[in-house]
């Protein structure tokens, strides 16, 4: 029998043990990228990254880890830079879709199924690769504030808090111990940087990571240097 290795520059044939091995090494990249992690509060969402400058020579306010897909929805990611921008395209062009068809800002689930099925169909084509990236998907609609998390395969799940990217599982191990049901936005944002902090490497500054909150009032907006800077302070 074939061993593992005699499939993985196949995308569309399982191995003997019943993996798509070219998942395994998108889930690869993502464990290689800058951290992420995401927190629902009762009044809102989270998501906290780490933005990591590969050159002291690059312009760091030209990085970014977060993306606004509707005035309600954000996204953040780990993996490959290039594949995110391609799937933020994807789902604001979806959200835009869904708004002119039925005058309403799309719910945070649906937009997720999109991006999940997007993610999907580049596992079962030849010709293409799976996207190199994991995304948390936050925002609020009717059902209250939402997290969700999507893989490179296109599983999605609904998450109270989750991260991704290097070191998540520490990251995820001491949100297991820190999260509370009843958490609100101001003690979420805290925690998220208790979490980013506990696998950062040098200092943590305004500078070198990103925080986005989805308010009570359903908006989503990124946090200015000032903003983060003060509850670094804190």
Same mark, same amino acid.
Request: glycine content about 10%; aromatic content about 8%.
């Given at each position: 029998?074939?061993?593992?290795?005699?499939?993985?520059?196949?995308?569309?044939?399982?191995?003997?043990?019943?993996?798509?091995?070219?998942?395994?090494?998108?889930?690869?990249?993502?464990?290689?990228?800058?951290?992420?992690?995401?927190?629902?509060?009762?009044?809102?969402?989270?998501?906290?990254?780490?933005?990591?400058?590969?050159?002291?020579?690059?312009?760091?306010?030209?990085?970014?880890?977060?993306?606004?897909?509707?005035?309600?929805?954000?996204?953040?990611?780990?993996?490959?830079?290039?594949?995110?921008?391609?799937?933020?395209?994807?789902?604001?062009?979806?959200? %835009?879709?869904?708004?002119?068809?039925?005058?309403?800002?799309?719910? &945070?689930?649906?937009?997720?199924?999109?991006?999940?099925?997007?993610?999907?169909?580049?596992?079962?084509?030849?010709?293409? *690769?799976?996207?190199?990236?994991?995304?948390?998907?936050?925002?609020?609609? @009717?059902?209250?504030?939402? %997290?969700?998390?999507?893989?490179?395969?296109?599983?999605?799940?609904?998450?109270?808090?989750?991260?991704?990217?290097?070191?998540?599982?520490?990251?995820?191990?001491?949100?297991?111990?820190?999260?509370?049901?009843?958490?609100? %936005?101001?003690?979420?944002? @805290?925690?998220?940087? %208790?979490?980013? *902090?506990?696998?950062?490497?040098?200092?943590?500054?305004?500078?070198?990571?990103?925080?986005? &909150?989805?308010?009570?009032?359903?908006?989503?907006?990124?946090?200015?240097?000032?903003?983060?800077?003060?509850?670094?302070?804190?």
């Amino acid at each position: 029998m074939a061993s593992e290795g005699a499939y993985s520059f196949s995308l569309t044939t399982f191995s003997p043990s019943g993996k798509l091995v070219q998942i395994e090494h998108a889930l690869a990249a993502v464990e290689r990228g800058d951290s992420s992690l995401g927190i629902q509060a009762t009044n809102g969402v989270v998501l906290a990254t780490q933005k990591k400058v590969k050159n002291s020579l690059v312009d760091e306010t030209s990085v970014h880890q977060l993306a606004s897909i509707t005035d309600g929805i954000g996204m953040a990611y780990a993996g490959m830079g290039a594949d995110f921008r391609l799937l933020v395209r994807k789902a604001q062009k979806k959200a %835009l879709e869904y708004k002119l068809t039925y005058g309403e800002e799309i719910p &945070v689930l649906q937009l997720t199924r999109a991006v999940a099925t997007v993610m999907q169909e580049f596992t079962q084509q030849g010709g293409v *690769r799976p996207a190199g990236v994991s995304l948390l998907i936050s925002g609020q609609d @009717h059902e209250g504030p939402q %997290l969700y998390q999507v893989d490179p395969s296109g599983a999605y799940f609904g998450w109270r808090a989750s991260a991704i990217g290097k070191n998540f599982q520490q990251a995820k191990t001491f949100l297991e111990k820190r999260y509370s049901s009843e958490m609100e %936005l101001e003690d979420a944002v @805290h925690t998220a940087l %208790l979490t980013l *902090r506990e696998g950062f490497e040098g200092e943590m500054t305004a500078k070198n990571i990103e925080i986005g &909150v989805v308010e009570s009032k359903g908006s989503f907006r990124v946090l200015s240097e000032e903003e983060v800077a003060d509850y670094l302070e804190e």
